[in-house]
């Protein structure tokens, strides 16, 4: 040992896999950037360190979707509009009765929704490598390209080779291993707090919904939550709950209060706060059965594997979204999705404040294909909570049908790279659009799909 550190021996190890594409990360962004991969045509796997897909959405409980729509029509459509229809396909006919006209905030059902996401990639032709964690990358002499990673599970450790690589780590790990710059929460190094989230079963969904009629409370039990913190029952900080995700009249999904002070990206600080955020929960759980009509039987199925993470790192991109970009819903030449979510932030601390900034009914803005291009290497992308934008905006984009998008954009782009020999920055911005929009997604009034601008011609008079 010297100084506190380690000289380890060097190794030899086995390169287990060659592959077009490689997705890290098997969240929302992962997902959909593996699925687009693998259907352009381009050998891909994906890994993910846990036995499942689905990022903060199941490993975490995030207990619904947030928006697809701009409160007028569906603006996130695609893969990610697919894969939750998919969803309330595969729920309790119950389900898809209360849910099937719903586009935004619908529930979760975190065990159907892992397997919806299983059948997904395994139909694209994607392969899955699941309990993998990826520790480190190998980078070419100029170090200007990711020639593969090594990763290690049950197995030992190994290296997976490829000609092009899709960060969906939501933390942007590969692209920080790789030395890309980066940016971790605001001025002071302060991020937004974690949550966790949890199942509560044995639950009166008709009982509440008359408690809440006739006290008048909101659906968030702002009075409620106020009482019970005046009484010593719930501790200061926020003074209500951020949402109740019903996935069946005995079933609910919460996100509830914050545990603050959690870097994800340190193992020790998500160990702290795996435990204290399950104490929250516990307390929450006495809470809820003293003070809410309809939870007096209530019973705590699940708790998230991790706390859920709001936000780590965001990656220095050839273009940084700003929150002047949002505001006034700008477009671009290279816009590969566009966004209507809110700026949601979260308190840093429970004295502080939480900031919301919403766009008009109607109004979305343009999402740059270059927020996803890592400066200094050709062929990584980042796609998911960790792109390039200002803190604001990261406050918005980070929710999971974005996610969606920009993993959709960054798999398509892998494509075209690897079809044309290219960089990342080498594609024809204009051909991914168009297979974009070839693939239901939907970039703007004025960006159609080629078929239906020859039906608007035929339409000319
Ligand atoms: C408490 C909370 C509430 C939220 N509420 C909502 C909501 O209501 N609706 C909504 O749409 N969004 C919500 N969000 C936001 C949203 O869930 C996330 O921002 C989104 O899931 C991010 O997607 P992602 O694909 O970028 O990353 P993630 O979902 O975090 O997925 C990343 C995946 O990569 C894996 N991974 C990470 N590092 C490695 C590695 N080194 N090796 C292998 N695998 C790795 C992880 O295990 C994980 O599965 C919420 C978030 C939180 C924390």
């Known amino acids: 040992m010297n100084n506190g550190y380690i000289t380890l021996p060097s190794a030899v190890i086995p390169v287990t896999r060659e592959v077009d594409v490689l997705v890290i990360g098997g969240g929302a962004s992962g997902i959909a950037a593996a699925i687009a991969a693998a259907r352009g045509g381009a050998t891909t796997m994906l890994v993910e360190q846990r036995g499942f897909l689905g990022g903060m959405g199941t490993v975490a409980l995030v207990p619904a979707f947030c928006p697809f729509t701009d409160k007028q029509k569906p603006i996130v459509r695609g893969l990610g509009l697919q894969l939750m229809e998919?969803?309330?396909?595969?729920?309790?006919?119950?389900?898809?009765?209360?849910?099937?006209?719903?586009?935004?905030?619908?529930?979760?059902?975190?065990?159907v929704l892992k397997r919806v996401y299983d059948n997904a990639v395994l139909e694209s032709g994607v392969t899955p490598l699941y309990h993998t964690f990826v520790y480190d990358v190998v980078l070419s002499p100029d170090r200007k390209t990711v020639e593969g990673v090594i990763v290690v599970n049950k197995t030992g450790r190994s290296f997976i080779s490829c000609r092009y690589i899709i960060d969906c780590t939501g933390d942007g790990d590969i692209a920080a291993l790789a030395g890309v710059p980066f940016q971790k929460g605001g001025e002071e190094g302060e991020l937004q707090p974690g949550s966790m989230c949890y199942l509560l079963a044995n639950v009166d969904r008709p009982k509440f919904s008359r408690f809440l009629e006739e006290s008048g409370d909101t659906g968030q039990l702002h009075t409620t939550v106020e009482l019970a913190i005046s009484e010593g029952a719930l501790p200061e900080g926020r003074k209500s709950i951020s949402g109740l995700a019903w996935v069946s009249d005995y079933l609910v999904g919460v996100n509830f209060g914050h545990v603050f002070g959690i870097d994800g990206t340190l193992a020790e600080d998500l160990t702290r706060g795996a435990i204290e955020g399950r104490r929250t929960a516990e307390r929450q759980l006495q809470f809820f059965r003293k003070y809410v009509p309809g939870f007096e039987h209530a019973h705590m199925v699940a708790s998230g594997e991790q706390l859920g993470i709001?936000?780590?790192?965001?990656?220095?991109?050839?273009?940084?979204?700003?929150?002047?970009?949002?505001?006034?819903?700008?477009?671009?030449?290279?816009?590969?999705?566009?966004n209507a979510y809110y700026i949601d932030i979260h308190l840093a601390n429970s004295k502080s404040d939480m900031t919301f900034n919403h766009l008009p009914p109607g109004v979305s803005h343009g999402v740059p294909y270059r927020i996803m291009l890592p400066v200094g290497i050709d062929n990584l992308w980042v796609a998911g909570r960790s792109v390039s934008s200002d803190r604001a905006v990261q406050g918005s984009l980070r929710v999971m049908p974005n996610c969606f998008s920009m993993g959709q954009a960054a798999g398509t782009a892998a494509v075209l790279a690897l079809q044309g020999s290219t960089g990342s920055r080498g594609i024809a911005v204009a051909e991914l659009q168009r297979r974009l929009l070839e693939q239901d997604v939907w970039l703007g009034e004025d960006r159609v799909p080629a078929e239906k601008e020859k039906e608007k011609e035929g339409n000319t008079p």
């Open 86 to 111: 998919q969803m309330k396909e595969a729920c309790d006919p119950a389900f898809r009765k209360e849910y099937q006209d719903m586009l935004d905030w619908v529930p979760i059902d975190p065990e």
């Open 310 to 338: 709001r936000e780590t790192r965001r990656i220095e991109g050839d273009y940084i979204l700003t929150v002047d970009d949002f505001i006034t819903a700008r477009s671009f030449p290279d816009d590969i999705a566009r």
